[in-house]
């Protein structure tokens, strides 16, 4: 009985060694300017960074001359992010600026941003 008692013991201290914890980041957000939930797949994240970096950058950046906060994707956390978007406050929204932009990039700079956000890989925030 004791040799059993150990092996199982040996087992499952071995088990819980290997195990790798799953990743905290979110696979779905509900998008409150079209009121579904969407799927963040590395695709669409990918063309966000890409958006981000193409458009957005090239006012948000330090030091520069337009009075455009500087932003990166921890600025903000996913409930801040989905507030940009769905109150469209900053001004590069008031002004137009997002208007280059189509509904499709808008979602995917608004999926890269959310998934990346300060609080996407903490496992206790609420969404």
Excluded at 9 to 16: K, R
Excluded at 21 to 32: G, V
Excluded at 82 to 91: A, G, I, Q, S, T
């Amino acid at each position: 009985m004791k040799k059993v008692l150990m092996l199982t013991l040996a087992v499952l201290v071995s088990g819980a060694m290997n195990v790798v914890p799953a990743a905290a980041a979110p696979s779905h957000r509900f998008d409150p300017v079209t009121q579904k939930s969407r799927e963040l797949v590395f695709k669409n994240t990918r063309a966000g960074f890409k958006v981000f970096r193409q458009v957005c950058k090239k006012c948000h950046h330090r030091g520069n001359d337009k009075g455009a906060k500087f932003l990166y994707t921890e600025s903000m956390g996913m409930k801040g992010w989905n507030r940009v978007f769905y109150e469209k406050y900053p001004l590069c929204a008031r002004t137009g600026e997002w208007n280059k932009l189509s509904k499709e990039q808008l979602l995917q700079l608004h999926d890269y941003l959310f998934s990346y956000a300060r609080d996407a890989n903490n496992p206790f925030c609420s969404v």
